[in-house]
Each structure stands twice: as C-alpha cells, then as structure tokens.
T-cell receptor
Framework: DTAVSQTPKYLVTQMGNDKSIKCEQNLGHDTMYWYKQDSKKFLKIMFSYNNKELIINETVPNRFSPKSPDKAHLNLHINSLELGDSAVYFC????????????FGPGTRLTVL | GDSVTQMEGPVTLSEEAFLTINCTYTATGYPSLFWYVQYPGEGLQLLLKATKADDKGSNKGFEATYRKETTSFHLEKGSVQVSDSAVYFCALSAGGGSNYKLTFGKGTLLTVNP
C-alpha cells in the first residue's frame, strides 16, 4: 500500500502554462506539506496544512496555490509557470507533532521549457 | 532562524570503510533531529531520528547521537556497502502547536565503490 502518493511523476510544460500536482496520503495524518527540491538537491518547505487549514506559507509566490479538499489530500496548483519553477516537488505528511516522522511521496519532477 | 549545516560532499568510499557525515544545527528551543536518505530517483525515507538530548538513533547499521552541548547530530556507520550510495540529509523539526516544519541541510552525496 502506497503511504503518500503523488501524480504525475513527471511534468513537462511550457512557460506561462498552469499546472497542478496532486497528493494523497492513507496514513491517517492530520498534517501535510509541500517541499521544493532544487537542482542542487536543496530542500525547502513551501506550505503545510493541518486538517485542511493552512499553517505555513513560506514566502512562496502567490502563483502557487495549495488546496486541501480533505485532510488526506493536498494539491498544488501553479499559475503562469516560469523557468525557475523547474524542480522536484515533494509532498509529505505527519501527525502535528515535531517529534513525528514526516513521510514523503516519490516526488514530481517539473520541467518548464 | 533555524538552520542545519552538514558536511559538503561528495563523499566517495570503498566498501567496508567507516563513514562519518557531520551535521550541526542552530535552533531555538529543543528541536527533534533526523537523518533522511534519498536513493537515486526516489523520494526521501527516514533513516533515523532522535527527539531529545543524548538520545541515539540507529537503523540499518547507521547511528547518530543528539549532542546538545555541541549542537551536533553526526551520522556514522562502521562498514558501508555499495547499496548505501545515496544522498543523506540532516534535518531538524521545530515549531509549536501544529506549526512544525523540517529544515534541511544541503545534503551529502555518498558513493560507495566495490
């Protein structure tokens, strides 16, 4: 059983387009996250949601809009894609406890041409 | 703000060599500390963690001890295998209420040769 799943795995698109990445977790966690990994492998938090409520928004451009329809899903919509948005985006989930392990999805590699 | 500094890579070792990857952190309060591993083309997996000072996390022959006095969480393994080749990330979790996030180091690429 896949714990945290993301679709699509790969996304290639033109500058200026709008795209979405979907994430689902079946671990019963209340908290979900989006992280961005750049070309040098550096990972940085973008957003976190707890029980469908936005908790962390880490100075991400407002072209990025997360949406959580329920606590098992956290989608990421990106408007007007730019070259600099090319990266691997990881979804993760955990209990809302700093000691708890965050479980990561397999990642979505976004390439903007 | 919170930060994690880990040894710059890449690190190349022969099979059965001893591994140390240094990690130090800066945080307010008492963070939890983690090592995550990323195998080629995959997502991150938890390798081990420690949630309070002097705790030792261990898994698959890897160990790290939470040292508050030196603000460190160095990763060690006595005898590496080719299958250990991956990128290793040190991370801390800090916050409060439901406001927790992982702050990562820059990652260390380990290559183990047969």
């Amino acid at each position: 059983d896949t714990a945290v799943s993301q679709t699509p795995k790969y996304l290639v698109t033109q500058m200026g387009n709008d795209k979405s990445i979907k994430c689902e977790q079946n671990l019963g966690h209340d908290t979900m996250y989006w992280y961005k990994q750049d070309s040098k492998k550096f990972l940085k938090i973008m957003f976190s949601y707890n029980n469908k409520e936005l908790i962390i928004n880490e100075t991400v451009p407002n072209r990025f809009s997360p949406k959580s329809p329920d606590k098992a899903h956290l989608n990421l919509h990106i408007n007007s894609l730019e070259l600099g948005d090319s990266a691997v985006y990881f979804c993760a989930s955990s209990h809302p406890d700093g000691t708890d392990t965050q479980y990561f999805g397999p990642g979505t590699r976004l390439t903007v041409l | 703000g919170d930060s994690v500094t880990q040894m710059e890579g890449p690190v190349t070792l022969s099979e059965e060599a001893f591994l140390t990857i240094n990690c130090t952190y800066t945080a307010t309060g008492y963070p939890s500390l983690f090592w995550y591993v990323q195998y080629p083309g995959e997502g991150l997996q938890l390798l081990l963690k420690a949630t309070k000072a002097d705790d030792k996390g261990s898994n698959k022959g890897f160990e790290a001890t939470y040292r508050k006095e030196t603000t460190s969480f160095h990763l060690e393994k006595g005898s590496v295998q080719v299958s250990d080749s991956a990128v290793y990330f040190c991370a801390l979790s800090a916050g409060g209420g439901s406001n927790y996030k992982l702050t990562f180091g820059k990652g260390t690429l380990l290559t183990v040769n047969p």
